[in-house]
């Protein structure tokens, strides 16, 4: 994978970017550069960026003028974004609102993205699994999906434009947490874990009755959102995975024990991994072998022991993080308050389902002991995995043949190395490796705690993302990374998978606004050309165009009262100029890049002159691209 520098000081970049800024101070002055219009090459889309030292190790060291090998989605926790940093560099490279609000591009602002959040907008949300799309076991490109724990809610992105464009409420559970896409033979399903056990209805009966208290796993179906069955469970559902084949789902259960407290959770000395069979779910469901619940019309399957939808495998003790290795053989259940890793092979859970084997234990072809705390665990498709031990503090590599021989009475070692991380990882994850394609590049460990490892920031801490040379026999740590609370989960994509499918300007068609041109064509307003006021009793409807350095509308006038939608379209066709529409005082702002359409409705409740300007600086004369809106006492 790695190979020379593809862009040594790129002048093709350099003489772009000048031509981009020659061309839209050209349009201030109303010049027009004929044949100046140059495209900007694909910079680094030929090969990877230099990564390798003389001694052949890894670097993190991505000079300027050279574009990263690996995107990078993490997700950001209960800040309610996900972020797309730069790997090896682990430079954040954009954040992407989702369930948070975001005054950059004016996320829960602009009608735009009222439309994605809902009505009910609840602010925030606690994000943890990002997981693209796949095709065949190999990442398409598509979407990212993520959970939402803190509002039981499940989102889409948008590759081309790196945008949510949709979210889903989860009916009948709460706090969804695992989440996983369908390997093959593509997304395909999301399937979803409801983690927290409620009664069910949860309308104010039977409170205490804990014996009435149940979850769901969930299957939403990646193209449209909509939730299309849930499978009652015994116990909570933690973490969830699916197979390469298309076959199967599996999700850790760290609550078999039904508690309601810490002591509660920790009673058995194993809990369960629970796999649901795909093929005899969606049998059950075309047969009608099903209930709805309230008003929600989800299919709802009884999955709970006894049922032919799942089955239930003894897993010691609190298990965590379940990771399928990408050799599509096993699947890891993570131990937590074992200091165990089982592993649980396919094709022997084939065989329970067929009635072939009669114990469910009877799947688990190892169960390496590793460390403290053992959460999840990444592959390097050399037949390695990589377990992190958050008590510990350590990454633990081991073979998993090695561990499968030792369980079968062989004396072998299967542990590889450990190494020390700073402090306490959560999650881990290889470069490609929860893909067919997993190239044992590099690793990241999400440690939960920096503690000494950066410049103090006042009583909170920045998790520490620490990166690591797994190309190698012996792991090495290459680089620490300070990020903002609180990622769970990454993903680690080869760029070539991604870089060109990335749009540079958004089409005019792009569904994300096409209700707002829509509505403007009612109007009889064309949007890259008008700049209008229309006035419909109370309602007012402000059209304009932007293109560095001025506004469509140097100023409009409405009445106190009014209800105002402005609508910024962005006919500037060049790169990387996008503009921003704020109106001071009044609590709007949005960001329209190039090709875009955006829009904001308020209510001009204060009367007088304010001023609107644009806030990304997009030319020099950015300061003077202003208007006034004259609000009529
Ligand atoms: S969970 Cu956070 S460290 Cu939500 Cu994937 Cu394991
Ligand atoms: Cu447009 Cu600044
Ligand atoms: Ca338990």
């Given at each position: 994978q790695s190979g020379p520098a593809?862009?040594?000081?790129?002048p093709a970049r350099r003489n772009f970017m000048k031509t981009s800024a020659l061309a839209s101070l050209a349009g201030a002055a109303g010049l027009a550069l004929a044949g100046c219009g140059r495209k900007g090459d694909?910079?680094?889309?030929a090969g990877p960026a230099k990564a390798a030292s003389a001694a052949g190790e890894l670097s993190d060291h991505v000079p300027p003028g050279q574009l990263d090998e690996y995107y990078g989605f993490w997700s950001g926790g209960q800040s309610g974004e996900v972020r797309i940093v730069g790997v090896?560099?682990?430079?954040?490279l954009m954040r992407i609102p989702v369930f948070n609000p975001d005054f950059t591009i004016g996320w829960g602002v602009t009608n735009e993205s009222k439309r994605v959040l809902?009505?009910?907008?609840?602010?925030g949300g606690d994000c943890h699994h990002p997981h693209m799309s796949q095709t065949d076991g190999h990442y398409d490109g598509r979407y990212i999906f993520i959970n939402d724990k803190a509002h039981t809610r499940v989102a889409r992105i948008r590759c081309?434009?790196?945008?949510?464009d949709r979210i889903t409420d989860v009916p009948n559970v709460q706090a969804i947490h695992g989440l996983r896409v369908q390997r093959a033979p593509r997304t395909g399903y999301v399937f979803a874990n409801g983690e927290f056990l409620i009664p069910a209805?949860?309308?104010?009966?039977?409170?205490?009755?804990?014996?009435k208290y149940q979850t769901m796993f969930s299957a939403l179906?990646?193209?449209?959102?909509?939730?299309v069955w849930q499978v009652l469970v015994d116990g909570n559902l933690d973490n969830t995975e699916a197979d390469y084949a298309g076959k199967y789902a599996i999700s850790t259960c760290y609550n078999s024990e039904g508690g309601m407290d810490l002591p509660g959770t920790m009673q058995a000395e194993r809990d369960w991994a629970v796999v649901f069979n795909i093929a005899r779910i969606e049998a059950a469901v075309k047969k009608g072998d099903f209930k709805t619940i309230g008003s929600s019309k989800v299919p709802v399957l009884d999955g709970r022991h006894?049922?032919?939808f799942t089955l239930y495998i003894p897993i010691p003790k609190n298990p965590h993080g379940i990771n399928a290795s990408p050799d599509g053989k096993y699947v890891v259940a993570n131990g937590k308050l074992s200091p165990t890793v089982t592993v649980m092979e396919w094709s022997r859970i084939d065989d329970c389902f067929a009635g072939k084997?009669?114990?469910?234990?009877?799947?688990?072809?190892a169960e390496p002991e590793l460390g403290l705390g053992p959460l999840h665990t990444a592959y390097d498709g050399r037949g390695n995995a990589y377990t992190t031990l958050f008590i510990d503090s350590q990454i633990a590599k081991w073979n998993i043949a090695d561990a499968i021989a030792a369980h079968a009475?062989?004396?072998?070692?299967?542990l590889r190395q450990k190494i020390d991380v700073a402090?306490?990882?959560g999650h881990c994850h290889t470069s490609?490796?929860?893909?067919?394609?997993?190239?044992?590049r590099w690793l990241v460990s999400l440690n939960?705690?920096?503690?000494?490892?950066?410049?103090?920031?006042?009583?909170l801490h920045p998790d520490n993302d620490q990166l690591i040379d797994i190309s190698g026999e012996t792991m090495k740590l290459v680089a620490d990374g300070p990020v903002y609370a609180e990622p769970h989960d990454v993903i680690l994509l080869h760029r070539r998978l991604l870089i060109d499918k990335v749009k540079k300007s958004w089409d005019r068609?792009?569904?994300?606004?096409a209700e707002t041109v829509a509505m403007a064509k009612r109007h009889g307003i064309n949007v890259l050309s008008d700049s209008k006021v229309i006035r419909e009793g109370r309602k007012v409807f402000v059209y304009m165009t932007s293109a560095a350095p001025i506004f469509g509308m140097g100023s409009f006038t409405v009445k106190k009262g009014d209800e105002v939608t402005v609508v910024v379209t962005n006919?500037?066709?060049?790169?990387?100029v996008s503009h921003g529409f704020c109106i001071v005082n009044y609590g709007i702002n949005m960001e329209i890049s190039p090709g875009a359409t955006a829009s904001a409705t308020f209510t001009a409740d204060k009367a007088g002159v304010f001023w609107y300007y644009c806030?990304?600086?997009?030319?020099?004369m950015h300061m003077e691209m202003s208007g006034r809106m004259l609000v009529e006492a």
């Open positions: 593809a862009e040594p000081g790129n694909q910079a680094g889309a090896p560099s682990m430079r954040e809902g009505p009910n907008f609840p602010p081309d434009v790196m945008r949510c209805p949860n309308d104010g009966r039977d409170l205490e009755d804990t014996k179906d990646g193209d449209t959102m909509e939730v006894g049922s032919s084997l009669k114990d469910p234990r009877d799947t688990v072809v009475g062989k004396k072998v070692n299967y402090y306490q990882p490609m490796g929860e893909t067919r394609d997993a190239d044992g939960k705690f920096s503690k000494d490892r950066f410049l103090p920031t006042g009583p068609d792009d569904p994300f606004f006919i500037d066709a060049v790169e990387d806030t990304f600086f997009c030319h020099a």
